[in-house]
């Protein structure tokens, strides 16, 4: 079992940046992918990137929208997964979830929140214009 509470959110201009944190609890000593997914009203939930917990650091993926303006890091000592926001645009308004699943990251599902069994309650991002 695994615990996931996300924090960072808020309220930013087009433009500016903000860092999401996701720390982690429970069993986190194995591999997992860890996934950052956002959702707006009346829109699916969407992957946004992704990175192995533990394992192959070069493995990271990201959604086109969002690639050389988010990156997504993980601080081990601290059970923490990180998603930094640069650039930001009114369309990156969402509700942002980190999200665990057992394994490697790996083809095209992990943008897929059907493959992730962990979810924290997610953390508001609003940009503005």
């Known amino acids: 079992q695994v615990q996931l509470v996300e924090s960072g959110g808020g309220s930013v201009q087009a433009g500016g940046s903000l860092r999401l944190s996701c720390a982690a609890s429970?069993?986190?000593?194995?591999?997992?992918?860890m996934g950052w997914f956002r959702q707006a009203p009346g829109k699916e939930r969407e992957g946004v990137a992704a990175?192995?917990?533990?394992?192959?650091?070069?493995?990271?993926n990201y959604a086109d929208s969002v690639k050389g303006r988010f990156t997504v890091s993980q601080d081990n000592a601290k059970n923490t997964l990180y998603l930094q926001m640069n650039s930001l645009k009114t369309e990156d308004t969402s509700m942002y979830y980190c999200?665990?699943?057992?394994?490697?990251?790996?083809?095209?599902?992990?943008?897929?929140?059907?493959?992730?069994?962990?979810w924290g309650q997610g953390t508001q991002v609003t940009v503005s214009s």
């Open positions: 999200a665990a699943v057992l394994g490697f990251c790996g083809g095209s599902w992990w943008g897929k929140q059907v493959a992730y069994n962990y």
């Open positions: 990175m192995n917990w533990r394992g192959s650091r070069g493995s990271t």
């Open positions: 429970g069993y986190t000593y194995s591999t997992y992918c």
